[in-house]
């Protein structure tokens, strides 16, 4: 049982790329964002109710821009505004939840309207490096703003492929969230993210890639419903093996074995006397070659 | 019988030894006894074997000598001969003590050392325990690795420090009246020592004079009646042999002074006594250094400050325990206490600027400025910030799929209300939970890890020493290879026959008590391997020195 005064937020990263999701729709026509922002929504609303404390943030990734689906720049503490909108839903819902859906359900529209349908060639990307900052910093925030003992956690709901072109932030991402003691969790709808695995990994978060994409509300309330106490007492899936080969630097192939310059710690693949990155020279003892006798062979007539 | 090069040191006739007539023979490094009549040793103990002798009290008929091995054994010796078996016995227990701590130390030392670290490291004690008390490998190989690594630590700390020269050495020698208007000089080895160390000259006298022209006794007896030795040296009498000294030091006290001191920091010369005006200082007449102007009294004085003075300057150099024997040495020396370099005429400015450098500095406010570094030069410094290619091709998409797609999301979510009650179906949701239960699809991994909590601690714990002692044992194996040498051939042999034992004697056991309680994992199958690779190596090894031979 956590104790009253303990704060848990939970900042859901949500990847909707509308290229991805837009070809989704015609693949698999019986789970598209709707259907998946409906299970997050679940997702959030049923964190907010675990405990009185929770507090709940969701970010839109796009691809062109990150989101703040909730809460709203306008909601300083976070619990104003229901007069406004007087969302008198008349199901006796939990007015904080049914105020947080509707919003939620406002500003995705409005993000959506707002992207351009002439998107470049090189904008197809998921803005996800740039999402998890903007979850760290919120958490921040709201650290500084409590001012009380906080546990913060990230999920990402990751639907489109990596970008390679975010490694690095990724990676300055996935330390400063180490640093600051916050998990990151993963539920990958498609193909499998080295980045989030390693993310995960050095979080100490739960990376699951989900076989059935239509069942994702069972797959978050079950897996990243708990908090990182509450793991340690259940079964969860293990954790999987991740690939923390490195890059050689002359191709960016991944390689087990390979040669490391001691100046300039590149990476190669292949044996080079000098190094390309920092000109050093490298003489390499060659092994001593033993001549062995041979037998004199008579010269034939 | 006795090595020819054998010293005898002591030879004892008429002992017996188990009621039988014989003789002892002291040797340099062993004590043995043989029976009278025959040429051969029936007892025969090194040293290095005997822990201790013991003799039977001073009022017994029998006059005895035992000698208590380490083993436990002890051999008793009776000195039957009439007259003189007190004397012979003595003679040999006082050459025995003398002989027995030179021996003792040395093999007390080694094993001593062997204990120690048996006790300290109760990996090594186990490893001992499996290896060489099963006798799989013998005791020798065992330490051979181990105790040169300590051996080179105990000669380094052997080093003698030298003992310097107390400055008042002279003044202790403290004069004791007799009673009847005589003088006793205690004089010690220490304090003669002490003398010729600082006193080269009268080293020298006393060398040429004893023993050949007098005593001990009379030569130090001349000496403190000397003059040289007292305070006021005016009258050097032509007999004492001690005036060549008081000359020699003079001679070297005015080539110090010509020398004068190297060190730049120090104008020796400025110090004078200067007077402001006449009645504030000492006589107004300048001070000279020739003795013929000065009164009697401060004749004497400055007699006794030169004295002092050279004193002095002599116990320095002696203590800085170079070898001094003429006076230049004696002044170079002096010179080179001051820390100046003997080149130092030539060198001056550059001293100056050490002795200033000296004086400003500590070295522990240094900042650390560490090894010398080479500036790195990057050229292609982006290199650093791209990650690894990803692995899944990237899908292309052209641009009227682009467009398609986000047209066809804008449509969706313009109108999109959440339903949050139809999310999913209850079949579905039983399918994700039976995914993710255990054995579910998602959960397969799990069974795979629980293999350090199926076998007992006690199973854990005897794998672990047989990895150890099998690591220690194959690693002699490996070491003989490349095989050069008779020594190491013979060696691999034996560690093969080594191998082939510790399997049978340890790991068979091993595996059938793991079997016997239903642990179907296979512990030590990665041993079997290192065990067979050995096996095939030294097989290797063998047909080849076969194919060689023949």
Redesign the interface.
């Known amino acids: 049982m956590a104790s009253e005064d303990e704060v848990s937020l939970l900042v859901i990263v949500v990847d909707v790329n509308?290229?991805?999701?837009?070809?989704q729709?015609?693949r698999e026509p019986q789970f598209?964002?709707?259907?998946c922002?409906?299970?997050v929504?679940?997702m959030g609303?049923s964190h907010l109710v675990m405990t009185r404390t929770n507090k709940l943030a969701i970010i839109a990734s796009h691809c062109q821009e990150s989101h703040f689906l909730y809460p709203c720049k306008l909601w300083k503490s976070g619990d104003g505004h229901g007069d406004e909108n007087a969302s008198t839903s008349g199901d006796g819902k939990y007015e904080l939840l049914s105020v947080a859906?509707d919003f939620?359900?406002e500003e995705?529209?409005n993000l959506?309207?707002r992207?351009?349908?002439?998107?470049k060639?090189n904008q197809?990307d998921t803005l996800l490096a740039g999402s998890l900052a903007k979850a760290l910093c919120c958490i921040l925030s709201t650290k500084m703003l409590t001012g009380q003992e906080m546990k913060s956690r990230i999920l990402v709901v990751k639907a489109a492929?990596?970008c390679?072109l975010q490694?690095?932030n990724?990676?300055n991402v996935i330390f400063a969230a180490q640093k600051q003691s916050i998990l990151i969790d993963a539920c990958v709808l498609d193909?499998d993210s080295?980045?989030l695995q390693q993310a995960c990994d050095i979080t100490g978060g739960l990376y699951?890639k989900?076989?059935?994409k239509?069942?994702?509300?069972?797959?978050l309330l079950?897996?990243f419903l708990p908090d990182s106490d509450q793991r340690s007492q259940l079964?969860?899936?293990?954790p999987?093996h991740v690939d923390y080969?490195?890059?050689c630097?002359c191709?960016?192939?991944?390689i087990e074995i390979g040669y490391v310059c001691s100046?300039?710690l590149?990476i190669f693949c292949n044996f080079s006397p000098i190094c390309?990155?920092?000109?050093t020279a490298f003489k390499i003892p060659l092994p001593q070659v033993v001549k062995s006798k041979k037998k004199k062979l008579k010269p034939s007539t | 019988m006795a090595a020819l090069s054998e010293e005898v040191l002591l030879v004892v006739k008429r002992v017996r030894q188990r009621k039988q007539d014989g003789t002892l023979y002291l040797m340099a490094e062993r004590i043995a006894w043989g029976p009278e009549g025959k040429d051969r040793f029936t007892v025969s103990h090194l040293y290095a074997d005997i822990r201790c002798q013991k003799i039977s009290p001073d009022g017994k008929a029998k006059i005895q000598l035992q000698l208590v091995l380490h083993t436990g054994e002890s051999t008793n010796l009776h000195f039957s001969n009439e007259s003189t078996a007190l004397k012979d016995r003595d003679a040999a227990k006082d050459l025995l003590q003398q002989l027995l701590p030179k021996f003792k130390k040395r093999a007390n030392k080694e094993l001593e050392e062997k204990n120690r670290m048996l006790q300290e490291d109760p990996v090594l004690f186990q490893l001992y325990k499996d290896l060489v008390v099963c006798q799989v490998i013998s005791a020798e190989e065992f330490w051979a690795n181990r105790l040169s690594i300590n051996n080179v630590d105990h000669s380094l700390s052997n080093n003698k420090q030298e003992v310097g020269i107390s400055a008042a050495f002279l003044a202790d020698i403290r004069p004791q009246t007799d009673g009847c208007n005589g003088l006793r000089y205690n004089l010690t080895s220490d304090i003669i020592e002490s003398i010729f160390r600082t006193y080269p000259a009268v080293k020298q006298k006393y060398g040429e004079n004893v023993p050949h022209n007098m005593t001990e006794k009379e030569f130090w007896t001349r000496f403190f009646q000397s003059h040289y030795f007292h305070r006021d040296r005016i009258n050097t009498g032509l007999q004492d042999i001690f005036s060549e000294c008081a000359k020699q030091d003079e001679k070297g006290l005015k080539s110090m002074v010509f020398q004068g001191v190297k060190n730049p920091m120090v104008d020796l010369l400025s110090l004078e006594d200067k007077s402001l005006d006449e009645g504030y200082g000492s006589n107004s007449t300048a001070p000279s250094t020739s003795n013929t102007n000065k009164t009697v009294k401060e004749n004497s004085n400055s007699a006794i400050i030169k004295r002092f003075n050279h004193h002095s300057t002599m116990v320095l150099a002696a203590g800085s325990g170079k070898k001094a024997d003429a006076p230049n040495g004696q002044a170079c020396e002096t010179s080179s206490t001051d820390g100046n370099s003997r080149d130092s005429d030539f060198f001056q400015p550059p001293i100056k600027k050490v002795k200033i450098q000296d004086v400003i500095e500590y070295e522990d406010l240094h900042r650390e400025n560490g090894k010398k570094t080479v500036a790195l030069n990057l050229k292609k410094s982006d290199r650093y910030s791209h990650g690894p290619v990803p692995l899944l091709p990237q899908q292309y998409t052209t641009s009227q799929d682009i467009v398609n797609s986000v047209n066809c999301i804008k449509q969706e979510i313009a109108s999109y209300k959440p339903c949050l009650t139809q999310v999913m179906s209850s079949s579905t949701a039983s399918c994700a939970i039976a995914a993710l239960s255990p054995g579910g699809v998602l959960m397969q991994a799990l069974a795979q890890q629980a293999i350090n909590q199926m076998v007992p601690n006690d199973v854990q714990g005897e794998l672990k020493h047989l990895y150890t002692a099998a690591g220690e044992l194959l690693r002699h194996f490996w070491s003989c290879f490349p095989v050069n040498t008779l020594f190491l051939e013979e060696k691999v042999v034996k560690m093969r026959s080594n191998l082939e034992r510790f399997q049978m004697t340890k790991l068979r056991p091993f595996q059938e008590k793991v079997q016997r309680q239903y642990l179907s994992t296979n512990l030590t199958g990665h041993l079997e391997d290192m065990f067979q690779m050995a096996y095939n190596k030294f097989h290797a090894w063998q047909t080849r020195r076969m194919m060689r031979k023949t």
Not at chain 1, 18 to 23: A, C, D, L, V
Not at chain 1, 32 to 35: D, G, Q
Not at chain 1, 214 to 219: E, F, K, N, P, V
Not at chain 1, 251 to 254: C, D, E, G, K, P
Request: proline share 5%.
């Open positions: 509308p290229i991805w999701w837009g070809q729709a015609n598209t964002l709707s259907k922002l409906d299970a929504m679940v609303n859906n939620i359900a995705i529209k959506m309207s992207s351009k349908s002439e998107v060639g197809t492929e990596d390679a490694y690095m990724f990676m193909s080295g980045l699951l989900i076989p059935q239509i069942a994702l509300a069972q797959y079950w897996v079964v969860l899936p293990p999987v080969r490195a890059a630097f191709h960016r192939n991944l100046v300039c590149s390309t990155t920092c000109e």
